[in-house]
Protein backbone atom coordinates (compact mmCIF):
# COMPACT_ATOMS: atom_id res chain seq x y z
CA UNK A 1 0.00 0.00 0.00
CA UNK A 2 1.13 3.57 -0.83
CA UNK A 3 0.17 6.41 0.90
CA UNK A 4 1.04 10.23 0.24
CA UNK A 5 -0.65 13.45 1.06
CA UNK A 6 -2.78 15.33 -1.47
CA UNK A 7 -5.47 17.37 -1.85
CA UNK A 8 -8.71 15.52 -3.29
CA UNK A 9 -11.62 17.71 -3.33
CA UNK A 10 -11.16 18.25 0.46
CA UNK A 11 -9.06 19.87 2.70
CA UNK A 12 -5.62 18.16 3.24
CA UNK A 13 -5.77 13.90 2.99
CA UNK A 14 -3.57 11.10 3.06
CA UNK A 15 -4.61 8.77 0.12
CA UNK A 16 -3.97 5.03 0.58
CA UNK A 17 -4.01 3.03 -2.85
CA UNK A 18 -4.74 -0.39 -2.22
CA UNK A 19 -4.51 -3.15 -4.98
CA UNK A 20 -7.90 -5.44 -4.85
CA UNK A 21 -7.85 -8.73 -6.27
CA UNK A 22 -7.84 -9.10 -9.45
CA UNK A 23 -10.32 -10.36 -11.96
CA UNK A 24 -10.81 -14.14 -11.52
CA UNK A 25 -9.31 -16.75 -13.71
CA UNK A 26 -10.76 -17.93 -16.67
CA UNK A 27 -10.74 -21.54 -18.17
CA UNK A 28 -7.80 -21.88 -15.42
CA UNK A 29 -5.75 -19.01 -17.25
CA UNK A 30 -4.68 -15.47 -15.47
CA UNK A 31 -7.63 -13.02 -16.27
CA UNK A 32 -5.67 -11.03 -19.14
CA UNK A 33 -8.34 -7.86 -17.47
CA UNK A 34 -10.95 -5.74 -19.99
CA UNK A 35 -11.18 -2.53 -21.37
CA UNK A 36 -15.21 -0.92 -22.00
CA UNK A 37 -16.91 -3.03 -19.14
CA UNK A 38 -19.89 -1.90 -17.37
CA UNK A 39 -18.95 -1.23 -13.83
CA UNK A 40 -20.42 -0.31 -10.65
CA UNK A 41 -21.80 -1.25 -7.28
CA UNK A 42 -25.25 -2.93 -6.10
CA UNK A 43 -25.74 -3.95 -2.77
CA UNK A 44 -21.99 -3.68 -1.60
CA UNK A 45 -21.04 -5.59 -4.08
CA UNK A 46 -18.53 -4.16 -7.18
CA UNK A 47 -20.41 -5.05 -10.47
CA UNK A 48 -17.68 -5.65 -13.55
CA UNK A 49 -19.72 -6.77 -16.36
CA UNK A 50 -18.67 -6.98 -20.06
CA UNK A 51 -15.80 -5.91 -22.13
CA UNK A 52 -12.84 -6.70 -24.76
CA UNK A 53 -9.82 -7.63 -24.35
CA UNK A 54 -7.08 -9.25 -26.87
CA UNK A 55 -6.64 -12.79 -25.38
CA UNK A 56 -4.99 -14.57 -28.63
CA UNK A 57 -2.48 -11.90 -29.23
CA UNK A 58 -1.36 -8.19 -29.41
CA UNK A 59 -2.63 -6.05 -31.92
CA UNK A 60 0.86 -5.96 -33.76
CA UNK A 61 0.57 -9.77 -33.42
CA UNK A 62 -2.42 -10.05 -35.45
CA UNK A 63 -4.27 -11.14 -32.56
CA UNK A 64 -8.05 -9.78 -32.26
CA UNK A 65 -10.22 -8.15 -30.28
CA UNK A 66 -12.75 -10.35 -28.50
CA UNK A 67 -15.91 -9.25 -26.78
CA UNK A 68 -16.85 -10.55 -23.36
CA UNK A 69 -20.52 -10.94 -21.55
CA UNK A 70 -18.84 -12.36 -18.25
CA UNK A 71 -20.04 -10.77 -15.23
CA UNK A 72 -17.88 -10.80 -12.27
CA UNK A 73 -19.04 -9.67 -8.34
CA UNK A 74 -16.62 -8.90 -6.42
CA UNK A 75 -18.30 -9.35 -2.54
CA UNK A 76 -17.09 -8.07 0.68
CA UNK A 77 -16.93 -8.87 4.83
CA UNK A 78 -14.73 -6.08 5.97
CA UNK A 79 -11.62 -6.16 4.96
CA UNK A 80 -12.15 -9.87 3.17
CA UNK A 81 -13.10 -9.64 -0.92
CA UNK A 82 -13.88 -12.60 -2.66
CA UNK A 83 -15.07 -12.87 -6.89
CA UNK A 84 -18.00 -14.60 -7.61
CA UNK A 85 -18.66 -15.23 -10.83
CA UNK A 86 -22.28 -15.34 -11.80
CA UNK A 87 -24.55 -15.56 -14.39
CA UNK A 88 -23.39 -13.72 -17.96
CA UNK A 89 -25.30 -10.49 -19.82
CA UNK A 90 -27.55 -11.54 -22.76
CA UNK A 91 -24.67 -10.78 -25.25
CA UNK A 92 -21.32 -10.09 -25.17
CA UNK A 93 -20.65 -6.32 -25.84
CA UNK A 94 -18.19 -3.25 -24.72
CA UNK A 95 -17.86 0.16 -24.71
CA UNK A 96 -21.03 1.32 -23.06
CA UNK A 97 -21.64 3.99 -20.59
CA UNK A 98 -22.79 3.03 -16.49
CA UNK A 99 -24.16 4.68 -13.70
CA UNK A 100 -25.52 3.63 -10.19
CA UNK A 101 -28.87 4.48 -9.27
CA UNK A 102 -30.92 2.59 -6.23
CA UNK A 103 -28.92 -0.48 -5.95
CA UNK A 104 -28.91 -0.66 -9.65
CA UNK A 105 -26.37 -0.95 -12.05
CA UNK A 106 -27.75 0.83 -15.39
CA UNK A 107 -26.05 -0.15 -18.49
CA UNK A 108 -26.14 1.20 -21.67
CA UNK A 109 -25.20 0.66 -25.39
CA UNK A 110 -21.86 -0.19 -26.05
CA UNK A 111 -20.86 -2.54 -29.18
CA UNK A 112 -20.00 -5.93 -30.09
CA UNK A 113 -17.65 -6.77 -33.43
CA UNK A 114 -20.35 -6.15 -35.74
CA UNK A 115 -22.77 -3.84 -34.38
CA UNK A 116 -23.68 -0.54 -31.89
CA UNK A 117 -27.03 -1.02 -29.40
CA UNK A 118 -29.35 1.27 -28.22
CA UNK A 119 -30.85 -0.70 -25.37
CA UNK A 120 -30.33 -0.04 -21.40
CA UNK A 121 -30.67 -2.29 -19.00
CA UNK A 122 -30.07 -2.93 -15.18
CA UNK A 123 -28.42 -5.49 -13.28
CA UNK A 124 -28.90 -5.90 -9.29
CA UNK A 125 -27.07 -7.84 -6.77
CA UNK A 126 -29.10 -10.29 -4.87
CA UNK A 127 -26.72 -11.04 -1.42
CA UNK A 128 -29.64 -13.77 -0.76
CA UNK A 129 -29.53 -15.67 -3.79
CA UNK A 130 -25.43 -14.98 -5.06
CA UNK A 131 -27.57 -13.80 -8.04
CA UNK A 132 -27.81 -11.13 -10.96
CA UNK A 133 -30.72 -9.61 -11.48
CA UNK A 134 -31.04 -8.27 -15.34
CA UNK A 135 -34.28 -5.82 -16.02
CA UNK A 136 -34.90 -3.65 -19.75
CA UNK A 137 -35.15 -0.21 -18.90
CA UNK A 138 -36.33 2.33 -22.38
CA UNK A 139 -33.68 2.04 -25.24
CA UNK A 140 -32.15 5.13 -26.40
CA UNK A 141 -33.11 6.98 -29.26
CA UNK A 142 -29.92 5.64 -31.10
CA UNK A 143 -27.54 2.93 -30.81
CA UNK A 144 -24.10 4.82 -29.31
CA UNK A 145 -20.75 3.44 -28.33
CA UNK A 146 -17.83 5.23 -26.00
CA UNK A 147 -20.90 7.42 -24.88
CA UNK A 148 -20.95 9.39 -21.08
CA UNK A 149 -23.57 8.96 -18.55
CA UNK A 150 -24.43 10.39 -15.36
CA UNK A 151 -26.92 10.44 -12.20
CA UNK A 152 -29.13 13.57 -11.19
CA UNK A 153 -31.81 13.65 -8.60
CA UNK A 154 -33.81 10.72 -10.47
CA UNK A 155 -32.75 11.78 -14.13
CA UNK A 156 -30.58 9.45 -15.98
CA UNK A 157 -28.28 11.52 -18.93
CA UNK A 158 -25.94 10.30 -21.51
CA UNK A 159 -24.00 12.29 -24.03
CA UNK A 160 -21.96 11.80 -27.48
CA UNK A 161 -20.21 8.60 -28.59
CA UNK A 162 -20.46 7.28 -31.06
CA UNK A 163 -23.29 6.25 -33.48
CA UNK A 164 -24.14 5.00 -36.71
CA UNK A 165 -23.86 7.95 -37.96
CA UNK A 166 -20.48 9.26 -36.60
CA UNK A 167 -19.54 11.31 -33.45
CA UNK A 168 -22.38 12.67 -31.54
CA UNK A 169 -22.77 15.87 -29.25
CA UNK A 170 -26.37 15.21 -28.12
CA UNK A 171 -27.50 15.40 -24.90
CA UNK A 172 -30.82 12.73 -23.81
CA UNK A 173 -32.58 12.85 -20.46
CA UNK A 174 -34.55 9.62 -19.12
CA UNK A 175 -36.73 10.14 -15.77
CA UNK A 176 -36.68 6.82 -14.12
CA UNK A 177 -39.59 7.50 -12.17
CA UNK A 178 -41.50 7.78 -15.38
CA UNK A 179 -39.61 5.91 -17.30
CA UNK A 180 -42.79 5.62 -19.75
CA UNK A 181 -42.19 9.32 -21.14
CA UNK A 182 -39.15 8.18 -22.68
CA UNK A 183 -36.09 9.63 -23.47
CA UNK A 184 -36.15 13.95 -24.08
CA UNK A 185 -33.64 15.22 -26.48
CA UNK A 186 -31.97 18.29 -24.78
CA UNK A 187 -29.53 20.99 -26.17
CA UNK A 188 -26.57 20.23 -28.06
CA UNK A 189 -23.04 20.65 -27.00
CA UNK A 190 -21.98 23.62 -28.17
CA UNK A 191 -18.41 22.21 -29.18
CA UNK A 192 -17.24 19.75 -30.55
CA UNK A 193 -18.97 16.31 -31.06
CA UNK A 194 -16.82 13.50 -29.30
CA UNK A 195 -16.75 10.42 -28.17
CA UNK A 196 -14.60 8.95 -24.92
CA UNK A 197 -15.49 12.00 -22.81
CA UNK A 198 -16.84 12.58 -19.35
CA UNK A 199 -20.29 13.60 -17.88
CA UNK A 200 -20.24 14.37 -14.39
CA UNK A 201 -23.47 15.74 -12.12
CA UNK A 202 -22.32 17.99 -9.48
CA UNK A 203 -23.24 21.45 -7.34
CA UNK A 204 -22.83 24.77 -8.69
CA UNK A 205 -23.91 27.24 -6.13
CA UNK A 206 -28.06 25.87 -5.37
CA UNK A 207 -28.18 24.27 -8.65
CA UNK A 208 -26.83 20.79 -10.11
CA UNK A 209 -25.29 21.16 -13.34
CA UNK A 210 -23.41 18.33 -15.86
CA UNK A 211 -19.91 18.86 -16.79
CA UNK A 212 -18.31 17.44 -19.91
CA UNK A 213 -14.63 17.60 -20.01
CA UNK A 214 -12.40 16.28 -22.88
CA UNK A 215 -12.99 13.65 -25.62
CA UNK A 216 -12.32 12.72 -28.81
CA UNK A 217 -13.29 12.19 -32.66
CA UNK A 218 -12.31 10.56 -34.95
CA UNK A 219 -12.75 10.98 -39.01
CA UNK A 220 -11.02 9.34 -41.58
CA UNK A 221 -8.38 7.86 -39.68
CA UNK A 222 -7.59 10.91 -37.89
CA UNK A 223 -8.29 11.68 -34.42
CA UNK A 224 -8.97 15.01 -32.54
CA UNK A 225 -8.33 15.01 -28.43
CA UNK A 226 -9.78 17.77 -26.65
CA UNK A 227 -8.87 19.89 -23.65
CA UNK A 228 -12.04 22.04 -23.92
CA UNK A 229 -14.95 21.93 -21.21
CA UNK A 230 -18.59 22.86 -20.59
CA UNK A 231 -21.62 23.11 -18.02
CA UNK A 232 -24.99 22.25 -18.85
CA UNK A 233 -26.83 24.30 -16.66
CA UNK A 234 -30.01 22.05 -16.10
CA UNK A 235 -32.11 24.28 -14.25
CA UNK A 236 -31.53 26.91 -17.27
CA UNK A 237 -31.46 24.52 -19.86
CA UNK A 238 -28.07 25.44 -21.57
CA UNK A 239 -24.42 25.32 -21.47
CA UNK A 240 -21.76 27.20 -20.75
CA UNK A 241 -18.10 26.75 -22.02
CA UNK A 242 -15.31 26.60 -19.21
CA UNK A 243 -11.90 26.92 -19.15
CA UNK A 244 -9.78 24.45 -20.71
CA UNK A 245 -8.40 21.48 -19.15
CA UNK A 246 -4.57 22.06 -19.11
CA UNK A 247 -4.01 19.18 -21.40
CA UNK A 248 -5.99 17.32 -23.91
CA UNK A 249 -7.45 14.13 -22.63
CA UNK A 250 -9.59 11.12 -23.44
CA UNK A 251 -10.91 7.96 -22.35
CA UNK A 252 -10.34 9.38 -18.96
CA UNK A 253 -12.22 9.11 -15.50
CA UNK A 254 -14.17 11.33 -13.46
CA UNK A 255 -16.12 11.55 -10.02
CA UNK A 256 -17.96 14.68 -8.25
CA UNK A 257 -15.60 15.31 -5.40
CA UNK A 258 -16.74 16.77 -1.79
CA UNK A 259 -20.09 19.39 -2.61
CA UNK A 260 -19.04 20.94 -5.11
CA UNK A 261 -15.80 19.88 -7.28
CA UNK A 262 -14.94 17.35 -10.68
CA UNK A 263 -11.86 14.84 -10.12
CA UNK A 264 -10.74 13.65 -13.27
CA UNK A 265 -8.33 10.95 -13.17
CA UNK A 266 -5.96 9.59 -15.63
CA UNK A 267 -6.62 9.64 -19.65
CA UNK A 268 -5.14 9.51 -23.08
CA UNK A 269 -3.72 12.58 -24.05
CA UNK A 270 -3.34 11.24 -27.55
CA UNK A 271 0.20 12.07 -28.61
CA UNK A 272 1.65 8.46 -29.41
CA UNK A 273 -2.13 7.36 -30.90
CA UNK A 274 -1.69 10.45 -33.50
CA UNK A 275 1.67 9.05 -34.49
CA UNK A 276 0.17 5.55 -34.47
CA UNK A 277 -2.98 6.80 -36.60
CA UNK A 278 -0.09 8.58 -39.23
CA UNK A 279 1.82 5.31 -39.82
CA UNK A 280 -2.12 3.93 -40.37
CA UNK A 281 -2.76 6.23 -43.28
CA UNK A 282 1.00 5.89 -45.00
CA UNK A 283 0.47 2.29 -44.85
CA UNK A 284 -2.90 2.28 -46.54
CA UNK A 285 -1.21 3.72 -49.11
CA UNK A 286 1.82 2.00 -49.22
CA UNK A 287 2.60 -0.89 -51.35
CA UNK A 288 4.43 -4.48 -50.16
CA UNK A 289 8.04 -4.40 -49.79
CA UNK A 290 10.69 -2.60 -47.76
CA UNK A 291 9.62 0.83 -47.08
CA UNK A 292 6.07 -1.06 -45.66
CA UNK A 293 8.08 -3.50 -43.81
CA UNK A 294 9.98 -0.61 -42.29
CA UNK A 295 6.53 1.38 -41.40
CA UNK A 296 4.62 -1.47 -40.08
CA UNK A 297 8.21 -2.27 -37.58
CA UNK A 298 7.93 1.33 -36.71
CA UNK A 299 4.53 1.41 -36.51
CA UNK A 300 4.50 -1.61 -33.74
CA UNK A 301 6.99 -0.35 -31.73
CA UNK A 302 5.26 2.59 -30.98
CA UNK A 303 2.43 0.22 -29.56
CA UNK A 304 4.89 -1.73 -27.67
CA UNK A 305 7.55 0.63 -26.38
CA UNK A 306 3.94 2.96 -25.00
CA UNK A 307 5.14 4.58 -22.23
CA UNK A 308 1.15 3.89 -20.46
CA UNK A 309 -1.64 6.58 -19.97
CA UNK A 310 -1.95 10.00 -18.08
CA UNK A 311 -1.41 9.79 -14.30
CA UNK A 312 -2.14 13.21 -13.00
CA UNK A 313 -5.48 13.56 -11.18
CA UNK A 314 -7.05 16.76 -11.87
CA UNK A 315 -9.44 19.44 -10.04
CA UNK A 316 -11.80 21.41 -11.15
CA UNK A 317 -13.34 23.65 -8.63
CA UNK A 318 -16.78 25.08 -10.60
CA UNK A 319 -17.26 28.16 -8.29
CA UNK A 320 -13.83 29.62 -8.94
CA UNK A 321 -13.68 28.21 -12.65
CA UNK A 322 -9.91 27.13 -11.88
CA UNK A 323 -7.96 23.75 -12.71
CA UNK A 324 -5.73 22.36 -10.43
CA UNK A 325 -2.83 19.27 -10.24
CA UNK A 326 -4.35 17.03 -7.43
CA UNK A 327 -1.94 14.03 -7.54
CA UNK A 328 0.15 12.23 -9.47
CA UNK A 329 -0.95 8.38 -9.53
CA UNK A 330 1.77 5.24 -8.62
CA UNK A 331 0.39 2.77 -10.64
CA UNK A 332 -0.61 2.19 -14.38
CA UNK A 333 -3.76 4.22 -15.03
CA UNK A 334 -6.23 2.15 -16.90
CA UNK A 335 -7.87 4.06 -19.43
CA UNK A 336 -11.82 2.92 -20.85
CA UNK A 337 -12.75 1.92 -17.73
CA UNK A 338 -15.24 3.71 -15.05
CA UNK A 339 -14.33 5.23 -11.66
CA UNK A 340 -17.15 3.73 -9.26
CA UNK A 341 -17.75 4.80 -5.46
CA UNK A 342 -17.86 1.81 -3.18
CA UNK A 343 -18.77 3.95 -0.34
CA UNK A 344 -16.48 6.48 0.54
CA UNK A 345 -13.44 5.11 -2.01
CA UNK A 346 -12.82 5.43 -5.49
CA UNK A 347 -12.59 2.22 -7.25
CA UNK A 348 -10.83 1.89 -10.96
CA UNK A 349 -11.74 -1.45 -12.33
CA UNK A 350 -9.39 -3.17 -14.69
CA UNK A 351 -9.23 -1.18 -18.09
CA UNK A 352 -6.69 -0.98 -20.74
CA UNK A 353 -2.91 -0.06 -19.79
CA UNK A 354 -1.13 0.42 -23.11
CA UNK A 355 -2.92 -0.10 -26.46
CA UNK A 356 -4.15 -3.56 -26.88
CA UNK A 357 -2.75 -4.16 -23.16
CA UNK A 358 -5.11 -4.62 -20.34
CA UNK A 359 -5.08 -4.96 -16.65
CA UNK A 360 -6.80 -7.48 -14.20
CA UNK A 361 -6.16 -4.85 -11.36
CA UNK A 362 -8.88 -3.38 -9.14
CA UNK A 363 -7.61 -0.35 -7.83
CA UNK A 364 -9.12 0.92 -4.56
CA UNK A 365 -8.42 4.68 -3.82
CA UNK A 366 -9.15 5.74 0.06
CA UNK A 367 -9.13 9.57 1.01
CA UNK A 368 -8.71 9.50 4.55
CA UNK A 369 -8.21 12.97 6.24
CA UNK A 370 -4.39 13.49 7.34
CA UNK A 371 -3.45 13.01 11.06
Known amino acids: MTSLYSTFGLSQ ?8 PDLPAQNGQPNPGVAGAFAGVSHNALIVAGGANFPNGYPWQGGTKVWHSDV ?6 GDNYRWQITQSMDRARAYGASVVWREQLICMGGNDAQHRFADVFSLSWNPATASLDQQPLPSMPMPLAN ?10 YVFGGESDQGTEKSLFALDLNATATGWQKLSDLPGPARAYTTLVA ?39 RLPDLPQTLAAHQAIASGSTDIVVIGGDDGKRLQQI ?10 SEGTERDRLTEKRNQLQISHPGFVKTIWQFQPQSKTWSVLDTLPFPV ?13 ILPSGEVTPGIRTPAIWKVDLDPAK
Open 277 to 286: EALNNRLKVQ
Open 147 to 156: LAATISGHTL
Open 334 to 346: PVTTSAVMWGASV
Open 72 to 77: YVLTRE
Open 13 to 20: TRLHYNRL
Open 202 to 240: QLNGSSQSLYVVGGRQTTDGLTNVYADAYEYQIGQQKWV
